[in-house]
């Protein structure tokens, strides 16, 4: 049994690692360990305490690095091992389980490690990142292998445990399995990522409170104060002029520390083990809803199947016998553009519920009752603009999710089709967002209405360009909600919607022109790219 575990993790591991979003992902993670580590000239800082920061040798390298890709690979690296289950039964490898003796525990073991391990080699690669940023800054050039992987081991790997068993127990949940678990995790990591700083953290949260203890007795030993130097924080934060260095020799863990780390484990394996109580493990006769034996059914994005006719030898006469008395399509005169747009929008909409129309409708009636316009921008287009985008990040991805791109690729005008699509998640934008912009014209607020309608046009390229990208809704989900989160805590430099403003009432964001030159290169992409697939088939 344990030879069948350890192959199963270890082959879907291999598979995992060959994907698109796991590049993004690791190319993201060396980005950071570039960040993290700021020249002495730089303006910015991920780590510091008041005015100080740890002279660049391998346990302070070590430790940054470690605490960034912590927080980051939490976030990102969910989205990448979010699809074990899902994977399985997209391909039918899962029937074929089935009728395998391995247990359902097993199994669940299996993807959990599997997942581990993805996290794990993202963890390796910021190693490899920080020697060779220590090497680069030459403050200290010896490098200490044990202080420079201890914070990764006892900090980092535990976290990245957590992680992996989220996203399993995500799959496992009907109702999370699909979108609404992507947005909810991004809300529990900004929760974990800013709660778990705190002294009180359950479990020494991400490890913060403890490493700051140890940074300030270094700074004591070296005869500074750490209550009056300032605050320790951690986070990309601009700074006037370069920040005053002292030699940190390394975290040496407590025992209680060790003991949490060590309980953050077994919790993460129980959360891992925890479906077993209720996960099928793809047997039909435990599973509910599903179809009769023997009919083949399709996966829909939100996970629902549906019937799908397949010509079996034994049955083809029977099932192409009921085709023949089908009513013909019958032609339709008029504006073919207006038609395949509204075929889009359809499309885009298809299952939306009748309360997510009642939520729109709340927010357009609460928008024309508040007072002053500028408050309608700070507060309720961000919640307008969160709204939809579940139905969004559809955008770019359904026709190669429904497996009907090779059809589509016979279309004679492609970019008409494209466009459509655009314009699709365009209209569907603006319609969320009407509320806001009809006070915003009601209150003569004549700038704010310019960023709202170039907000428009980004979120619906974004959706765009990512979709088309990487054929997958998570993309989006994962790129889209930073930016909004950044935007509702009032960060200036994220804000595309125009709903920060300086003190004279002027949108503080983005500028017109950035907006502008963004939607057309992101555009320029999605029909370079759609050309480009077409010309490779």
Known sequence: MLEVLLRLAIGDFWDRVRRPAYAVILIAAVGLGYLATPAKES????????????????????MVVALAGTVWLSLGGFYVVRNAISRDEATGVGRLLVATPLRTWAYLLAKFLSSVLVLASMLGVLVITAVVMQLARGEIMTVNPVELLSPFVVIALPLMAFTAAAALLFEAIPLLRAGLGNVLWFFIWAFIAIGGQSPNAPLGGIGVHSVVQ???????????????????????????????????????????????????????????????????RFDPARSA?????GTDTATTPDGSGTPAVVMRDDQTVERSAGFTNLPRASVKYGNPGLRLLVGEIRILLQGTPLWWWAGVLLLTLVAQMVTPATGVTRFLLPLAWIWPVLIWSRLGTQRHEY???????????????????????????????????????????????????????????????????????????????????????????????????????????????????????????????????????
């Open 403 to 537: 497996g009907v791109e090779a059809i589509l690729g016979a279309y004679p005008a492609a970019r008409s089709r494209m466009a459509a699509e655009w314009g699709a998640g365009f209209l569907l934008t603006v319609v969320a967002g009407i509320g806001p912009a009809v006070r915003m014209v009601t209150g003569s607020d004549t700038q704010g209405l310019v960023h709202w309608f170039l907000g428009a046009l980004f979120i619906s390229s974004f959706a765009l360009v990512l979709g088309t990208l990487s054929r997958t809704h998570r993309l989006f989900q994962f790129a889209y909600l930073p930016l909004w989160y950044g935007t509702v805590n009032g960060i200036a430099p994220v804000d595309f919607m125009g709903a920060i403003r300086a003190d004279d009432g002027t949108p503080a964001g983005m500028s017109p022109a950035f907006l502008i030159v963004s939607v057309g290169v992101m555009l320029a992409t999605v029909f370079l790219s759609s050309a480009a697939r077409r010309a490779a088939a």
């Open 214 to 280: 140890s940074l300030g007795a270094g700074m004591k030993a070296q005869g500074i104060d750490p209550d009056k130097v300032g605050e320790f924080s951690l986070g990309l934060t601009l700074v006037d002029k370069p920040l005053k260095t002292f030699v940190w020799h390394g975290f040496d863990p407590s025992p209680a520390f060790l003991l949490s780390r060590y309980a953050l484990l077994v919790i993460a394996v129980a959360l891992a083990l925890l479906p077993a109580l209720w996960f099928p």
């Open 289 to 293: 809803g599903l179809v009769a034996p």
């Open 43 to 62: 303006g910015w800082v991920v780590m510091q305490v008041g005015a100080y920061r740890g002279t660049y040798n391998s346990a302070y390298i070590g």
